[in-house]
């Protein structure tokens, strides 16, 4: 078997109907000089990339900050070698183009400024650069995703091997001005011609896998297959049917009572949203909140949520029941600037003060752009909404963020409830409540079914509990009487 290398590797003679530009890309025309960047401090920039290629074609297109090919400059480079590969009908000639992402790199821009940040990606480009040789096809295709092209790749292992030794290298920590970055490096990988056509097939394949490997976790490396395709389609097309969806009101809320631990009394309600599916029936969020954040659709929905419940806020209060909501928001929601000033305005506009809702938050919303959501929870919370950490303990390992950003009270996961029954359980659960309480938080645990269940988390110092032994997702209606009746039995 050939030994996989780096475009350019092909050597011998320039085929009939090879393009020149082909032939640099396959190593057999003649060197030409490198193109340096200006130096940085403490920084020395890689040497453009396949210099060979710079003289021959303007469309090469560079990206300044690390003097790799940027995506146009790769998408030419591959639509020239998919090009010779095909005229040739070399089958050895396999390709495998490798996508990596440094991950949480935007903590680094976020916690450490720009210009940080982008002194992390001059030195991966640097290691890249370094490893790989010149006269490589390397890539800064945006923000924080490098690519990177093989030659002689003839099995979908090697295909991933290379990966795997590539995001390795762009994994090992990064010391720049005097800090240390950990980035995990995640990868997807597309063969090409075998699972791809054309060069642009390629990128959008490789994108296709790198996604999936985001989804897999750090460091994961994944290989593009035709069922990521499919999936990335069905995506596509429940994206389209979720705005559809938006435009016929298709959606609606439920309402999930919680109650004080002490005496079991109603104290609030956690909308959560359903989707009436015309011909599937109701769909549960898990199946389309992750496409509604992908496609955006998620601010519409989450502006509807918040309105549907300022409503029926507005409607019990006038029969007699005064229960505070709790809003989940997404991560998408809190990035856009007017989060905080939409929030606030509708609730005006239904004469609500802010505490009337809360807003759930889970522990990865915490962990993005930490400035700009700190201040929009700030602003949020001086007008009286309330501010929970949803999924308490299932997300981010660190406890930094309940320094950082303004909270009201943490809902323990389902998961810790589950475990009651061990005696670490009982610890685990108990330590979180003292923390949250040392904090001035209110903790609250989630899925509570059993009456043993909910003593035990009282036992624990838990504040309230929400779970199917209360009540599951209702509607409006049934809330009403549940909590009539709930108040009837105190
Ligand atoms: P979550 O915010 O953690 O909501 C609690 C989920 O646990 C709900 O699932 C609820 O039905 C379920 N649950 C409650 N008690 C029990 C129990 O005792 N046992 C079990 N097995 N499950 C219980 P649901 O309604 O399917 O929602 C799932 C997730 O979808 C929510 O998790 C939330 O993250 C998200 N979600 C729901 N509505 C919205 C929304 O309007 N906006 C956003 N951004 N996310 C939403
Ligand atoms: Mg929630
Ligand atoms: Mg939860």
């Known amino acids: 078997m050939k030994h996989a290398d780096m475009i350019p590797v092909r050597e011998g003679p320039v085929h009939e109907g090879m393009s020149a530009i082909g032939a640099a890309l396959t190593g057999t025309a003649a060197p030409v000089s490198s193109f340096l960047q200006p130096d940085l401090p403490g920084l020395v920039l890689p040497e453009r990339t396949s210099p060979l290629l710079v003289p021959l074609v303007d469309s090469l297109s560079f990206d300044e900050l690390t003097g790799l090919y940027d995506r146009t400059g790769l998408q030419v480079a591959l639509k020239v070698l998919a090009g010779d590969s095909a005229a040739q009908g070399a089958p050895e000639s396999g390709i495998a183009l490798v996508l990596l992402d440094l ?24 290691r890249l650069k370094a490893a790989f040789g010149e006269r490589r096809v390397l890539a800064r295709l945006e923000s924080d995703m490098f690519g990177l092209v093989f030659s ?81 389609w069905a995506n596509a097309r429940l994206e389209h049917d979720l705005a559809l969806a938006m435009h016929s009101g298709e959606f609606f809320v439920l309402y999930q009572p919680r109650v004080a631990a002490e005496d079991f009394r109603p104290t609030s309600v956690e909308a959560l949203i359903r989707w009436q599916h015309p011909t599937r029936g109701v769909v549960q969020p898990t199946d389309f909140i992750a496409a509604a954040e992908l496609s955006g659709l998620i601010r519409s929905l989450g502006r509807f949520v918040l309105t549907r419940s300022c409503r029926q806020t507005v409607e019990w209060r006038a029969r007699g029941i005064d229960l505070t909501v709790s809003i989940n928001a997404s991560a998408v929601e809190l990035d ?61 390992s660190s406890l930094a963020y309940l320094h950082e950003l303004p909270v009201d009270g943490i809902k323990i996961d ?77």
């Open 336 to 396: 856009d600037p007017n989060y905080a000033q939409m929030v606030l305005s509708t609730l005006e506009r239904f004469g609500l003060e802010g505490a009337a809702i809360e807003i759930e938050l889970t522990e990865s919303v915490l962990m993005g752009s930490v400035a700009l959501r700190r201040e929009a929870l700030q602003h949020l919370r001086k007008k009286g909404v309330r501010i929970l950490i949803d999924d308490f303990g299932t997300g981010y």
């Open 103 to 126: 991950g949480r790199f935007r903590t680094v821009n976020d916690g450490h400024g720009r210009h940080t940040g982008d002194r992390v990606l001059q030195a991966a480009a640097l």
């Open 414 to 490: 389902r998961q810790f409830v589950l475990r009651l029954d061990e005696p670490s359980g009982v610890s685990v659960i108990r330590a979180i409540a003292d923390l949250g309480h040392s904090l001035g938080l209110t903790v609250t645990a989630e899925g509570v079914e059993q009456l043993s269940q909910a003593r035990r988390l009282k036992a624990c110092g838990v504040d309230e509990l929400q779970g199917y032994g209360f009540a599951k997702p209702l509607r409006a209606v049934q809330v009403e009487k549940w909590v009539n009746r709930r108040l009837a039995a105190n």
């Open 152 to 232: 002689g790749v003839t099995s979908d292992g090697e295909a991933k091997r290379l990966a795997g030794e590539a995001a390795a290298l762009l994994s090992d920590p990064y010391d720049i001005a005097g800090m240390r970055f950990s980035l995990q490096t995640r990868a997807g990988v597309v063969r090409f011609p075998a699972a791809a056509e054309r060069g642009a097939e390629a990128i959008v394949a490789a994108e296709t896998a790198l996604a999936r490997a985001k989804q897999a976790g750090p460091g994961a490396i994944m290989l593009f297959n035709r069922q990521m395709r499919e999936r990335a």
